[in-house]
């Protein structure tokens, strides 16, 4: 009979690269993947 898994972690820190583009759109693109992924951004 095999042990059983360890736990999984709860999560994992990921890390995004927005490329700022001629129209600067790469701080509404990181607000709109937070709002899509249910983070306010406060903390």
């Known amino acids: 009979m095999s042990s ?3 736990p ?5 820190d990921v890390y ?3 490329d700022n583009d ?3 759109h790469a701080p509404f ?3 709109n993947l937070a ?3 249910g983070i306010d951004g406060s903390s």
């Open 4 to 6: 059983p898994a360890p």
């Open 8 to 12: 999984l972690p709860e999560g994992r």
């Open 16 to 18: 995004v690269y927005f």
């Open 22 to 24: 001629i129209k600067v």
């Open 29 to 31: 693109d990181a607000i």
């Open 35 to 37: 709002h899509r992924l």
